[in-house]
């Protein structure tokens, strides 16, 4: 059994859901939309197609293309820190072998059985441990400390394990 305190940041928070926005496909088509319309912009300005207002709103909106995700999921993982009650305070992660993973904070906790493990992520600063289609523990890779690798062998063993072949 290995346990971890973990306290939410809005940074690690705002990793995990910049890794989950931007991993999926719509993701990725949004920046090839405000690449498209930069180049776009550039290329009816070089045409003389439109002048240099015409494409200041090419580039403009490009920005905007690029930049709302961003700044959404900023204020979102702000905003998730100080109301969602699992993020806003100190929460005591237990892994277990036999039982999963259990989240113990201040008015709640929630069991999660290694069963309902369907994948886990690694993002630059977090954890993620899905255990349904848009459901996921996060954990910011600071607060591990030694706990790190025994804890994560755990989740690839019964990822494993889930993902082997049922006879």
Partial sequence: MNKITVRMTKEALYDFLLYHAYSKFSGFL?????????????????????????????????VIFIGFTPMQLNMRAKKQVKINPEYKGKVEYTFSEEDGITAE???????????????????????????????????????????????YQMIVRHLAANSAPKE
């Fill in 30 to 62: 949004i920046n090839i939309l405000g690449f498209a319309v930069i180049f776009l912009g550039i290329f009816s300005y070089a045409t003389k197609r439109t002048g240099a207002v015409g494409a200041a709103f090419y580039l403009i909106a490009a």
């Fill in 105 to 151: 904070w201040e008015g709640g906790g929630r069991h999660v059985d290694w069963t309902e493990v369907t994948r886990a992520v690694v993002a630059p600063k977090t954890i993620g441990i899905y255990y349904g289609k848009e459901q996921a523990l996060i954990f910011p890779k600071q607060d591990f400390g030694e706990e790190f690798l025994p804890v």
